[in-house]
């Protein structure tokens, strides 16, 4: 059975701090993505990282894809209270698309 | 960027009833999109894989003779929830799949729809 391992699954913080949420897996996946969900919505994509050792910025947000494509981490720089959320993890490996458990992120201001 | 949409937003129906939700890829061709349950304060649940054209696959422990998925367009796909009770009240999401291409070859990507929000009574 396929696992995707995101940590930690609860982060409150104050505004200005900065944070790394990880995912980790023992599959290989051919692409990996981030998603953000508010209460009472649908995931909103953030980024798709599909190469080994790739980088992503979004703003204040950096994606990087392990080198393996076994794992991945989401860094936020300064977080501000509209960062508040639900982050998802998500590893595509041929036809199945496993997610991670969340991590639910609450800044402070 | 690729948008699904999802319709109703918010329903509230009375226990015995059937509800339909619909969910649609405006901006590109979906041959499958999936359809997941989601708990407060928990991850998604994947319930079942829609296919286009052809039968659903339900994950184990779905029933598929309650939760009739029908994908009769590359755009749309239906959920309908046959004879509710209220512990099916739950948020429901459905996302399409989009291939994309980069050097390294295809890949796979989900976009979501605004989630369903199913109160039974």
Known sequence: ?109 | GAVVSQHPSRVICKSGTSVKIECRSLDFQATTMFWYRQFPKQSLMLMATSNEGSKATYEQGVEKDKFLINHASLTLSTLTVTSAHPEDSSFYICSARRVGQSLAGSYNEQFFGPGTRLTVL
């Open chain 1, 1 to 109: 059975t396929q696992l995707l391992e995101q940590s930690p699954q609860f982060l409150s913080i104050q505004e200005g701090e900065n944070l790394t949420v990880y995912c980790n897996s023992s599959s290989v996946f051919s692409s990996l993505q981030w998603y953000r969900q508010e209460p009472g919505e649908g995931p909103v994509l953030l980024v798709t990282v599909v190469t080994g050792g790739e980088v992503k910025k979004l703003k204040r947000l950096t994606f990087q894809f392990g080198d393996a494509r076994k794992d991945s981490s989401l860094h936020i720089t300064a977080a501000q209270p509209g960062d508040t959320g639900l982050y998802l993890c998500a590893g595509a490996g041929g036809f199945k698309t496993i997610f991670g458990a969340g991590t639910r992120l609450f800044v402070k201001a």
